[in-house]
């Protein structure tokens, strides 16, 4: 799948801050950050729709999204803790009158030491 | 609030056996229903979506009737394959500005 790109694809961090980046080349006007853990279903961090940020609440403020414009989205994380330890990600999709599937990239697989 | 939820696995099955994973949604709006399927190292990608209540979707053998009754949308398959070993996910959109909510997954091993 190259229509959603993400890198890095593997991620191995101690205490340290680091971002995540995300293209997507299908002309999407919303994307996501999911944060997939072991065994679990993906769980939406935060979505971009024309710019604008939703934020899951339970999200913890070390993790910034940054939507520089609609096409690319980064995520910020600073000073990872062992429980971020997940596949991160990103996805896109069209937000119209009618609800599109997402299209998923491949993921950034976060190990935190 | 919205909610899914679904056959709680693992599930395995022989080759050439039918499949069913159950799948149950709450929401007090009209939602688009979706089945996700997601191989080891992917990312989830659709099988296919129903967007209207009474509607069938279906693709690479496997289909699910958005039943607005029961709530439910239950995925079948009459003859599954080693390759339809994965994880599979059932979601909702509540079609009022929210997004996407994905139930637990069923992870479906086909062994020969």
């Known amino acids: 799948n190259t229509k959603i790109t993400q890198s890095p694809r593997y991620l191995i961090l101690g205490r340290a801050n680091k971002s995540l980046e995300c293209e997507q080349h299908l002309g999407h006007n919303a994307m996501y950050w999911y944060k997939q853990s072991a065994e679990k279903p993906p769980e939406l961090m935060f979505l971009y729709n024309l710019k604008q940020l939703i934020r899951n609440e339970t999200v913890p403020s070390r993790f910034i999204p940054e939507c520089p414009d609609s096409s690319k989205l980064l995520l910020h994380i600073s000073a990872v803790d062992p429980e971020d330890s997940a596949v991160y990600f990103c996805?896109?999709?069209?937000?119209?009158?009618?609800?599109?599937?997402?299209?998923f990239g491949h993921g950034t697989k976060l190990s935190v030491l | 609030g919205d909610s899914v939820t679904q056959t709680e696995g693992p599930v395995t099955l022989s080759e050439g056996t039918s499949l069913t994973v159950n799948c149950s949604y709450e929401?007090?709006?009209?939602?688009?229903l979706f089945w996700y399927v997601q191989y080891p190292g992917e990312g989830p990608q659709l099988l296919f979506k129903?967007?209207?209540?009474?509607e069938k979707g279906s693709n690479r053998g496997f289909e699910a009737t958005y039943n607005k009754e029961a709530t439910s949308f239950h995925l079948q398959k009459a003859s599954v394959q080693e390759s339809d070993s994965a994880v599979y996910y059932c979601?909702?959109?509540?079609?009022?500005?929210?997004?996407?909510?994905f139930g637990t997954g069923t992870k479906l091993q086909v062994v020969p």
């Open positions: 129903v967007p209207k209540a009474n």
């Open positions: 996805a896109s999709s069209r937000r119209d009158s009618s609800n599109e599937r997402l299209f």
């Open positions: 929401t007090k709006q009209y939602p688009t």
């Open positions: 979601a909702l959109d509540a079609n009022s500005g929210t997004y996407q909510r």
